[in-house]
């Protein structure tokens, strides 16, 4: 058979352990059908066969993000960025121009605002925001997304000015003077907020409800919502991504990049969830999930698995823990935000792995990731053990009594090293501050919990840190020395590498399908301006992708 493309004049790292390296590969009818040197491989160009010439750099299979928020990561890459800001006058210098730019937003809103943009220890309030922009609303998400902080007419305009009922999780932070303080925790509480955005919220719904938009999107709201997804999507083919693991999932965004699909436009293989709230009926994913994941089984759309949120984060004192923070934060005893009781918790896990589903869970504190290795263990007794690979998102903070468990009982470790303080990403003295001395042992643990034999996968959180692939590696194999509190928990650059490819496919099932250079194997593959495996560490991210192929059709190009 004569190839579609060959690539040729590169270092492979195939991830076939019967040949782990090579020259060239060639791809025909969406697949890879030979791997070998280079005279072997171009043996099979006929006139209409695409070269690629490699020049020495790495080949290796396209990265799959095993964590993302696709529909608001996309959004974001159009609102006004806060990343590196300190201190309301840098913030007033980039937002009123901002503000002036989009005379018609309703909300100017803002992403990446740091917990500590007024310094440590200073909490930003609406009188805070007012002396920026006193007359228009303004609101700004936390990097994580747990955390919106709103001016006084966002909050007048949203309804919470005076607080109200909210989700369990969720708080609307009231001021001394008995008005909302401008914070608020969790999307229970700012869920309002959303709602005047651009895209009114509809880009969140899959994380902060699990639902559709009532009253549904018009005609033009969902082309709008479509054009800001394919950004988004082209956005991450230019890293070298192939494949993304949603973590939020509603009907609504299936049915999105459903049509992009059929359009064409879908750029990237996308697996989406069914998203389990504590606040939603078991009844809920019983009727629903079956039915959402018999509609979506595709080769480049499908749903596979149930995503809930068992905490919040660590920097807002929302992260489950054991005992209470340290500090403030630990006031009146605060051990975090309970956005499941266990006991419901528990039985939507039986009844997720009842239903076939690899679940996910956000679980960041101690307490969390205790539970839901608990819960896992009991959806083993209750419906016997079976390949399930279930997974725990984030898992920053563990007991050490627990890391051994994730193994034992065949748990994923899902997770994102560039949210580490150590990841050259966020302030490295930002989370210290927050745990006791003996949780550092436990905390970002990544080494310790391979060494086990538990499965490793890496991924970014994107919108939480950008999607960009060489950052995250860069996170996991130069991280920063923080002390000696804090133990060395460097990554090799294959586990790295592995972590962000063959095993991220391992993990979504397709491990016999993906995620290796091997003849048979779906052609994603992504090259790389550098060969890696001589670049120092601190270096890597020298390297860029120069070439993304998806599915066999080029969806990135440098050039």
């Known amino acids: 058979m004569t190839a579609d493309i060959i690539i040729h004049n590169g270092n492979l790292i195939t991830f076939d352990p019967d040949q782990p390296q090579a020259q060239a590969l060639a791809i025909a009818n969406g697949r890879i059908t030979a791997i070998g040197d280079d005279a072997m491989v171009k043996g099979l160009a006929d006139d209409a066969t695409r070269m690629i010439d490699a020049k020495g750099g790495t080949v290796l299979p396209g990265f799959i993000d095993s964590h993302v928020h696709l529909f608001g990561g996309s959004v974001e890459l159009s609102q006004l960025s806060?990343?590196?800001?300190?201190?309301?006058?840098?913030?007033?210098?980039?937002?009123?121009?901002?503000?002036?730019?989009?005379p018609d937003d309703t909300l100017i809103f803002c992403v990446m605002a740091d917990y500590g943009i007024l310094g440590t220890g200073k909490t930003l309030?609406?009188?805070?925001?007012?002396t920026i922009l006193p007359d228009r609303p303004l609101a700004m998400f936390a990097p994580d997304h747990h955390t919106v902080w709103a001016n006084t007419a966002a909050l007048e305009a949203a309804g919470l000015?005076?607080?109200g009922p909210v989700d369990a999780g969720s708080q609307i932070?009231?001021?001394?003077?008995?008005?909302?303080?401008?914070?608020?925790?969790?999307?229970?509480?700012y869920g309002p907020i959303l709602m005047m955005t651009r895209h009114a919220g509809r880009e969140m719904m899959g994380l902060t409800t699990g639902k559709d938009p009532v009253p549904p999107a018009t005609k033009d709201q969902r082309e709008m919502d479509k054009d800001a997804i394919e950004a988004g999507l082209k956005h991450c083919a230019a890293q070298g991504i192939t494949s993304l693991h949603l973590m939020d999932g509603n009907v609504y965004q299936l049915e999105l990049l459903s049509e992009l699909e059929t359009e064409g436009r879908l750029l990237c293989r996308c697996e989406v969830p069914f998203h389990m709230k504590g606040?939603?009926?078991?009844?809920?994913m019983t009727q629903d999930a079956p039915e959402m994941r018999a509609r979506f089984q595709g080769d480049k759309l499908r749903c596979n698995h149930v995503k809930m949120f068992i905490d919040g984060v660590i920097e807002s004192g929302t992260a489950l823990m054991l005992r209470p923070y340290p500090g403030d934060l630990g006031k009146d005893g605060n051990t975090g935000d309970e956005v499941f009781t266990q006991d419901h918790f528990v039985a939507s896990a039986i009844e997720a792995d009842r239903l076939g589903?690899?679940?996910?869970?956000?679980?960041?504190?101690?307490?969390?990731?205790?539970?839901?290795?608990?819960?896992?263990?009991?959806?083993q007794k209750a419906n016997g053990v079976r390949d399930s690979r279930h997974?725990?998102?984030?898992?920053?903070?563990?007991?050490?009594?627990?890391?051994?468990?994730?193994?034992e009982l065949g748990i994923v470790a899902s997770i994102q090293p560039g949210h580490a303080?150590?990841?050259?990403?966020?302030?490295?003295?930002?989370?210290?501050?927050?745990?006791?001395?003996?949780?550092?042992a436990g905390a970002y643990a990544w080494q310790d919990i391979r060494n086990t034999g538990a499965k490793v996968i890496f991924s970014t959180d994107w919108p939480v840190i950008q999607v960009d692939v060489m950052d995250t590696i860069k996170a996991a194999i130069a991280p920063l020395d923080l002390g000696p509190k804090w133990r060395d928990q460097t990554q090799s650059l294959t586990d790295t590498l592995a972590s962000y490819t063959r095993d991220n496919a391992w993990v979504e099932f397709n491990e016999d399908r993906k995620g290796k250079l091997k003849a048979g194997m779906m052609a994603d593959v992504a090259i790389l301006s550098h060969d890696v495996t001589t670049l120092a560490p601190e270096k890597i991210t020298d390297a860029k992708a120069v070439v993304t192929i998806c599915d066999g059709q080029v969806t990135y190009s440098a050039s």
């Not at 932070?173 to 509480?189: C, H």
């Open 82 to 102: 806060l990343y590196g800001m300190h201190g309301l006058d840098e913030m007033r210098e980039k937002i009123l121009p901002y503000a002036a730019a989009n």
């Open 421 to 440: 303080p150590r990841g050259h990403i966020f302030p490295p003295s930002a989370v210290g501050q927050y745990l006791h001395d003996d949780q550092i």
């Open 161 to 163: 000015l005076q607080g």
């Open 279 to 284: 606040t939603d009926p078991i009844e809920r």
């Open 125 to 130: 309030t609406r009188q805070d925001l007012d």
């Open 173 to 189: 932070v009231m001021g001394d003077d008995g008005l909302a303080s401008g914070e608020l925790l969790e999307p229970g509480a």
């Open 391 to 407: 997974r725990i998102e984030h898992l920053e903070v563990m007991h050490l009594d627990d890391i051994p468990r994730l193994a």
């Open 357 to 379: 589903f690899q679940i996910a869970v956000h679980a960041i504190g101690d307490a969390a990731v205790r539970r839901t290795i608990d819960a896992y263990e009991a959806a």
